[in-house]
């Protein structure tokens, strides 16, 4: 097994989990709250309800990574097409790093997971 990249998919699961679960008790509880969205098809609850889904979906697209992680750490060796979508992986939680620590000045932690989570796919290459 390749420790690397497991540990990789089990930091990306993670993220998401975290990104659902923090988002749902500190933003989203506070729902009723928020007030002056432009409403979508004449709804301020459409606009709300769309923001919300959005949050979730990004935390289902951080599942990609990790199953592709997770089943590449189970190979016996990796391939070309194998260490491609490594890459490829490393460099899209790269981004996420960089966009996230530049977006909020380094002010939230997610950027050091994503960090973190690319560093682990390139060590596992």
Known sequence: MNGWLF????????????????????IFRHRKDFRGFPPLLGNEEITLGTIRAT?????????????????????AELGAKERFAVRVTAGSLLACAAVLFAGTRGKHPGWAGFLL?????????
Do not use: D, K, Q
């Open 7 to 26: 540990s990789a998919g089990i930091l990306s699961c993670a993220i998401g989990a975290i990104h659902s679960g923090l988002g749902e008790y500190l």
């Open 55 to 75: 949050w979730h979906i990004a935390t289902l697209l951080a599942a990609v990574p990790a199953a592709l992680l997770f089943r590449f750490a189970f190979l």
């Open 117 to 125: 989570a690319a560093g682990l796919c390139g060590m596992g290459l």
